[in-house]
């Protein structure tokens, strides 16, 4: 089993924390998907990468005058109205979306710190996607 050093060190100096509310560690993504790289984490590393050179073409991306994102973003973000925490199944479920494409616009608000994931569930046996 692989040592977690940066993992430890985000516990200890308080940038992860135990959410007694929520049942989960919290901390920014960007920390943890560093700390997991960093720890020797290979999958980690290749999503780095790939996150990285994914985030250049979309910053190359000219927009469209009337801006399609911010009708996305507002729709999302209705989606998290009420309590303000919601499943990915419910928002693919109220935009009409695939629960992939909900999970891709999760991860690009969160980098944009517009949402926090807070809650990260394990797959059981049965569940894995096919």
Not at 35 to 53: I, P, Q
Not at 68 to 97: N, P, Y
Request: hydrophobic share 40%; proline share 2%.
């Amino acid at each position: 089993m692989e040592r977690m050093d940066r993992l430890t060190e985000l516990r200890e100096n308080g940038t992860m924390r135990w959410s007694g509310e929520q049942h989960a560690w919290v901390a920014e993504p960007d920390a943890v998907v560093s700390a997991l790289a960093h720890d020797g984490f290979e999958e980690y590393k290749r999503e780095v990468a790939r996150w990285t050179s994914t985030v250049r073409r979309c910053e190359a991306m000219p927009r469209p005058a009337d801006d399609w994102w911010a009708d996305v973003e507002q729709d999302f973000l209705a989606c998290l109205e009420g309590d303000g925490s919601t499943s990915i199944a419910t928002i693919a479920r109220r935009l009409a979306i695939s629960e992939d494409a909900a999970s891709s616009l999760v991860a690009i608000l969160a980098r944009e710190g517009k949402v926090r994931i807070s809650v990260v569930e394990r797959v059981r046996r049965g569940d894995e996607a096919a």
